[in-house]
């Protein structure tokens, strides 16, 4: 899933990972101390597998959070807009955020304890995990009773067929490809080809493939085993679709919400409104609670700015909680010295790697040379500094974050851990032995606070290499929409990206398969090299999770070193703040952010 751009990332299913402090970094940002044990501890948690809980576990309420109370209003700043709202668009973090309120799927995390460390996947829509009897080739889910979409019609088994057979048409490609590749028993973009119109023509998915007999029963036919099943229906991109009220492309904009909110207005860069949607029902929903009024989202707000409103915590502010801004990075030092900002402040780490993307359908890139020589001359330190220094971020070395089983601390081929501004030297006589000096570098960057300093950091490091860096705007709002276009025209774009669950399987199918480039899709770099496409295949195949890890690291190694498409600069970690009358405060490790489902006015 995608970090940044328009978000920070369901009804997130995703299991949260995250940056190591680097305490010894010293390019920006505050010295916090030596938390590398406490690091370490958090990375370790977040490895674990989470297990999959009974129709004991999954049965609704969900349980009390301690003082809470109903009523008031909360203010939410965001700094982006949302730019999907339909379900199977959904894949990037403030988005996913906003799902957890609206959206609910076949299964979901549920918090077991206060904290937001421990969690179990139990159904959600459906009334356990799921079964299954043959390791995974067939998965069989019950509907609840009494669940319905915000209209008052009853989700039923037709709902849920639809809600995956509409994954298959054209204009659904900005979310998440695992289970329609594993229905058509394909990888990459392919999958399309099994159902090409999704069900808008009056086609459908065999019963041999996905099988509803009745209104409460949904059977997936799988020809190759996938236990992970139950982790990928968490995902918010496979929250239910109303299949009378499909809109189509206009659901994007004004979805049939079965969460607890619904959406009472809803102006694209300016603002959204969430009520009460009282055809929700708790005794059917383990994992959310309804106890706050309204929700008040101001979008454009910068993290400098929320961070200032919700330190000086007076009016309306004093309700106020972001589920996507962090603390920006001139107020870090202070949130987190300041010993009464302590129960207003959460911390916590995601799963999120940034990476400078290198676009491989330009012509200048298929040059290995100029690759490198963007790898060893790119600074990272901006990007570190950018976000709050090394309180607030790790230097990358490779694209498998530290919580995710197969991290290697010691990778780091570019050399950037140990001199994160870079080494235009070396990236020079790169340029030099490939006749490019003075060549044109296209850097294209998030319109935010955060992406106009790195990115005009990060040129200058690249302009002493020897390129004529160029850099180009895009839209926060729309920046993953822009630059998963594939005639898009910039030479290298930062994304950050994260596990959907504990395994690099999650990471590197989606980002580096070249038979998943398509227009919308996470192959950002148009990278389509054999090898990885042919070991991708190969890994997949392996049950032992630990030795699938083993191979999951050679292969990223492979990509970073060997074939030179993206450059690692950073492992995330998030610092968030509250105004003094929220309650039921805290960081959710499934979340990657502050958990909505629990808030409430004190």
């Not at 894949?91 to 309120?101: D, F, I, R, S």
Request: proline share 6%.
């Amino acid at each position: 899933m995608s970090r940044g751009g328009r978000h920070v990332y369901a009804a997130i299913s995703v299991l949260a990972a995250g940056a190591l402090v680097l305490t010894g970094c010293s390019e920006g940002g505050s010295d916090t101390g030596d938390n590398s044990k406490q690091d370490q501890e958090n990375a370790q948690r977040q490895q674990a597998t989470i297990k999959f809980g009974d129709a004991a576990a999954s049965q609704g309420p969900a349980p009390e959070v301690p003082g809470a109370k109903s009523g008031g209003t909360i203010q939410v700043p965001a700094r982006d807009s949302y730019a999907h709202l339909d379900p199977g668009q959904i894949y990037v973090q403030n988005e996913m955020a906003v799902a957890q309120l609206l959206h609910r799927g076949l299964t979901g995390y549920k918090a077991t304890s206060n904290d937001g460390k421990k969690h179990e996947l139990v159904g959600d829509l459906a009334t356990d995990s799921g079964t299954t009897t043959d390791g995974g080739k067939t998965w069989k889910f019950e509907l609840k009773d009494g669940i319905k979409f915000e209209d008052g019609s009853a989700i039923t088994s037709a709902d849920v067929r639809h809600t995956f057979e509409r994954q298959f048409a054209a204009f659904i490609n900005q979310g998440p490809p695992y289970i329609q590749q594993w229905l058509a028993d394909t990888p990459g973009a392919d999958y399309r080809k099994l159902l090409p119109d999704g069900p808008f023509k009056g086609k459908h998915l065999p019963d041999s493939i996905l099988q509803t007999p009745d209104d409460k029963t949904i059977v997936f036919h799988f020809k190759t085993a996938h236990p992970d099943l139950p982790y990928a229906l968490a995902m918010a991109g496979y929250a239910v679709v109303s299949e009378k009220g499909d809109t189509k492309e206009k659901y994007d904009r004004d979805p049939l919400v079965t969460g607890p909110y619904k959406i009472q207005s809803f102006k694209s860069g300016k603002s959204m409104v969430l009520v009460k949607n009282t055809n929700w029902d708790p005794k059917t929903d383990p994992l959310r609670h309804q106890y706050v009024d309204r929700f008040n989202i101001t979008f454009n707000q910068e993290y400098e700015d929320s961070t200032k409103a919700l330190l000086a915590d007076t009016g309306a502010d004093q309700a106020g909680v972001s589920f996507q801004n962090s603390v920006d990075a001139g107020n870090l030092s202070k949130v987190l010295s300041d010993p009464q900002m302590k129960s207003r402040t959460v911390i916590g780490y995601q799963p999120y790697v940034g990476q400078m993307n290198i676009n491989l359908s330009h012509a200048p890139m298929k040059d290995k040379k100029v690759r490198e020589a963007i790898a060893y001359a790119l600074p990272v330190s901006p990007f570190v500094r950018a976000y709050g220094g090394s309180a607030a971020m790790e230097v990358a070395g490779g694209i498998i974050s530290p919580t995710v089983t197969g991290y290697d601390p010691a990778f780091d081929p570019w050399g950037k851990k140990k001199n994160p501004a870079g080494d235009p030297a070396k990236a020079k006589k790169l340029l030099e032995e490939a006749g490019k000096v003075g060549m044109k570098l296209t850097f294209g960057y998030i319109n935010s606070a955060e992406g106009q300093a790195y990115s005009t950091a990060m040129a200058a490091g690249l302009k002493k290499a020897g390129f004529d860096v160029q850099r180009q705007e895009i839209p926060a709002e729309t920046y993953y929409d822009q630059v998963s276009k594939l005639d898009n025209n910039y030479d290298i774009f930062n994304t950050n990206w994260g596990a959907d669950w504990p395994s690099a399987s999650t990471v590197i199918p989606p980002l580096y398969d070249g038979r998943v480039i398509a227009e919308g899709a996470q192959n950002y770099s148009q990278v389509n090299d054999p090898k990885i496409n042919s070991e991708i295949d190969r890994i997949n195949k392996i049950s032992d999770p630990a030795k699938a890890a083993a191979e999951w690291e050679k292969l990223d190694k492979y990509i970073v070193k060997d074939v030179v498409n993206v450059v690692p600069t950073g492992y995330f970690k998030q610092t968030q703040i509250a105004g003094s009358k929220i309650g039921g405060l805290v960081y959710d490790d499934v979340i990657a952010s502050v958990d909505p489902r629990r808030l409430y006015v004190k």
